[in-house]
């Protein structure tokens, strides 16, 4: 029987483990926390758990199949929320813009809140951002990390069909081009965040993130984001995987320039193939040095976070996005100054709303947010963290008496995750070529394969597993081959 040992039981490495067990290899994840999850995970306080990472979950089709690979019904064992609004944006001049699951109820709201000029450039909009995501997604997202090889031997009609992904101009470009009304600017510009990227240099292909979301629809998972997690470790577990806890990687192990095995507590543990979830940069330094390429991408930003627990009350959305006077200053002060902005942008969860989460008897966790850029420097944060407060408290989302129960900076979250700077999605996609230069999932050392945001197809919980997919795929591919 082949075997393969999977480094981190992220999202991608739980997917890979998955997918691998679903065509008989034998897998075994080992894990340095003593939990799944890695990014998506949990804390606890006074009793209630909540979820410390991801808020939304897009495309659940690529869950679906994953499940359905491994002989299991995603939709039973994990129930998706779809909450009522599921955003609402709050902006400088007291304008507020609902978003909801149906897609005919949010033009209906843009055009309340916004006026009709306003939806029809959204609906204008969204029919670019579909197109872009039925020609990028299957390319792109669903499929093997692209080369250029790949994409010129795909033949002409490929390549003018390939122009329709406006790779050509900036995401902020094109949309100022369909969309004149201000505040919607501002909303289908945060989605260049939800990779960690800069929407004025990013290609506008990622303006098909905004179809995904309000097209394709935003989730809530009944119990938090980490029974996602939870859903993938209990199908590995029943496949006979083995999932091992507490054990942190040392060192990818070669024979013959070939990875055969990975080091743990000083014990060898033997694979014919080795997927690391960790991320590239940590395996290219510290796993198996002096071997790899440094990729070249940049980091994603990353994010101060924060949990509070607030008294429950109805007039709070599921996600709430509070912009600051001027979102422009946001983005320069991340990626061009490199420090934390000055006014950012605040996002709030209110976890019980957006995920059925049980809270305490009368309050629920409420998760807050603010980009930060992704550092290994030592950064003071107490500024950002009064500004997250402080506009959080302005906006009515929480109460200045209500108490943070968690908090995390960029440096703890690069403590915990080696070599990212804190990185919340892995790479960013700095400019149009940025999906030809990820990691592709199958790197040059025999054996050896990558699933992870920081590897194709990139960061999200949705793209991480199709990282883990892909992986698997060539590791499936290299198993088959006569050694
Ligand atoms: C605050 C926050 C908000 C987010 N919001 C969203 C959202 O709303 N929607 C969305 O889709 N995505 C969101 N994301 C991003 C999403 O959570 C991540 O992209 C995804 O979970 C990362 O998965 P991954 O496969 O890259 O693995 P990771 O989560 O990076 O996990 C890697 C695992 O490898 C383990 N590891 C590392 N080194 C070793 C070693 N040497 N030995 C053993 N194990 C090791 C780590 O402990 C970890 O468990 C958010 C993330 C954060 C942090």
Redesign the pocket.
């Known amino acids: 029987m082949a075997s393969a040992v999977v ?7 739980l997917a890979a483990a998955m997918d691998l067990l679903a065509q008989g290899v034998s897998v075994d994840v ?4 003593s939990r ?5 995970g949990i804390s606890l306080s006074d009793g209630v758990a909540f979820d ?7 495309m659940p089709d690529v869950f679906d199949a994953l499940f359905d690979r491994c002989g299991a019904t995603f939709r039973e064992r994990v129930t998706l929320v779809a909450p009522s609004p599921v955003f609402r944006y709050l902006y400088p001049d007291d304008v507020a813009v609902d978003v909801h699951l149906d897609l005919d109820d949010t033009l209906a709201s843009v055009a309340s809140s916004l006026g009709s000029d306003a939806r029809d450039q959204l609906t204008a909009f969204l029919k670019q951002s579909k197109r872009i995501w039925d020609i990028a997604g299957p390319q792109f997202v669903y499929g093997p990390a692209p080369t250029v090889g790949h994409v010129l031997g795909l033949g002409p009609a490929a390549w003018i069909s390939m122009t329709g992904i406006d790779a050509h101009r900036t995401m902020l470009g094109a949309i100022r081009k369909t969309v004149k009304d201000k505040h919607l600017q501002w909303l289908l510009a945060r989605y260049a965040t ?1 990779n960690g990227s800069d929407p004025r240099t990013a290609p506008a292909t990622l303006n098909c993130i905004a179809w995904v979301e309000l097209g394709l629809g935003g989730f809530g998972v009944s119990g938090g ?1 980490h029974a996602l997690a939870l859903a993938m470790a209990q199908v590995i577990r029943e496949r006979g995987g083995r999932i091992h806890l507490d ?4 060192q990818v192990l070669t024979d013959n320039r070939r990875a055969v095995g990975v080091r ?1 507590h000083e014990t060898d543990h033997h694979a014919d193939a080795v997927v690391i ?3 590239v940069a ?1 395996l290219i330094a ?2 198996l040095p002096g071997r790899l390429p440094t990729p070249k991408t940049e980091r994603s930003t990353s ?1 101060f ?1 924060a949990v509070v627990r607030s008294r429950a009350r109805s007039d709070r959305a599921a996600h709430t996005v509070v912009f600051p006077h001027d979102y422009d200053a946001e983005f320069a002060d991340m990626f061009d100054a490199r420090r934390p902005p000055a006014a950012p942008t605040v996002y709030a969860c209110a976890q019980s709303t957006a995920h059925e989460r049980p809270g305490w008897d009368d309050a629920e966790p409420v998760f807050l ?1 603010a980009n930060a850029p992704a550092t290994d420097d030592d950064v003071d944060y107490s500024a950002l963290r009064e500004q997250v407060l402080s506009r959080a408290i302005a906006a009515g989302l929480v109460s200045a008496d209500e108490p943070v129960v968690w908090e995390r900076t960029p440096t703890d ?1 690069a403590a ?3 070599r ?1 700077g804190g990185a ?3 790479a960013a996609s700095t400019d149009r070529f940025a999906a030809f230069r990820r990691p592709n999932n199958r790197t040059s050392v025999p054996g050896l394969f990558v ?4 590897a194709h197809p990139g ?6 597993a199709l ?2 997919v892909q992986a698997a795929k060539q590791v499936l591919r290299d198993l088959a081959k006569p050694r």
């Open positions: 480094v981190g039981a992220g999202i991608g490495g080992f894990e340095a926390h799944v999850g890695g990014k998506a410390t990472g991801p808020s939304i979950l897009t939800y984001m054990s942190p990687v040392a743990v979830n960790a991320d940590h510290d796993l994010g976070t947010m979250l915990q995750y080696p990212t919340i999605y892995g699933a992870s945001g920081s960061g999200g919980v949705p793209l991480c990282s883990g």
